[in-house]
């Protein structure tokens, strides 16, 4: 017995002109619809767990946060700065310094 969703996909079939072939035709038909298979995009949307690929912010079962994505560095721009005394300039230009070593 066939279900709405195959008797619809059937009458589409029918319409394209791929009508038959069972379920390996819909599934061709299926995959020349989607779009190409990009890796790296996936990669940036989904992260690993011991329990295997997910997507989200954390695990459901053992809940282990998302690794942080890798950044660039963006130091402090002049518009940050100006009002600094050159006291404080040169100690924010030091812990800039600092964190940047750190965080590369």
């Not at 394209?16 to 990669?43: F, H, I, L």
Request: aromatic share 10%; hydrophobic share 30%; net charge negative.
């Amino acid at each position: 017995m066939k279900t709405e969703e195959d008797e619809a996909f059937d009458e589409l079939a029918k319409r394209q002109g791929d009508w038959g072939g069972g379920y390996q035709a819909k599934r061709a038909m299926a995959a020349d619809k989607q779009e190409p298979w990009n890796e790296d995009e996936w990669r940036r949307n989904n992260w690993r767990c011991s329990h295997g690929w997910l997507r989200g912010e954390q695990c459901e079962i053992c809940n282990a946060p998302q690794p942080a994505q890798e950044r660039e560095w963006v130091g402090l721009t002049p518009e940050d700065t100006s009002g600094f005394t050159s006291q404080e300039m040169s100690v924010a230009k030091y812990v800039s310094k600092v964190l940047q070593e750190k965080n590369s």
